[in-house]
């Protein structure tokens, strides 16, 4: 049950993503850094371990995500380098992981525990 509600994460954050590059007109390998952005929230959407803790994981890190992409997008100053927020955002997203999981097994514990 849980993997389906993470699948609906993945599908919001696919829309809002591919909304802000389109806003962004990047034709150049568009796709390829579409696909590049959905990859660490498919990867914390489809591992079928742990799902409640990935769930978390998943939800906090897109939105970080949606947040940078909003301000290099439309706060921001729009010009080229806006790309480039879309490309260094998934090694962001990536680094902080561990972080973010370990903040949400401590919301899993204490929700858990009550």
Not at 57 to 86: E, H, K, N, R
Not at 95 to 113: D, L, Q, W
């Amino acid at each position: 049950m849980a993997k389906d509600w993470r699948l609906g994460v993945l599908a919001i954050y696919a829309l809002i993503i591919g909304s802000m590059l389109i806003d962004a007109q990047s034709r150049i390998f568009e796709y390829a850094v579409f696909l590049w952005c959905l990859l660490p929230m498919a990867i914390f959407c489809l591992i079928p371990k742990r799902p409640t803790e990935l769930g978390i994981t998943a939800i906090l890190i897109a939105l970080f995500g949606v947040w940078a992409c909003l301000d290099a997008v439309y706060i921001g100053q729009s010009d080229g380098l806006a790309l480039l927020a879309f490309i260094f955002l998934p090694i962001a997203q990536f680094a902080a992981a561990p972080f973010i999981f370990g903040i949400g097994t401590m919301i899993t514990k204490n929700f858990g525990e009550q």
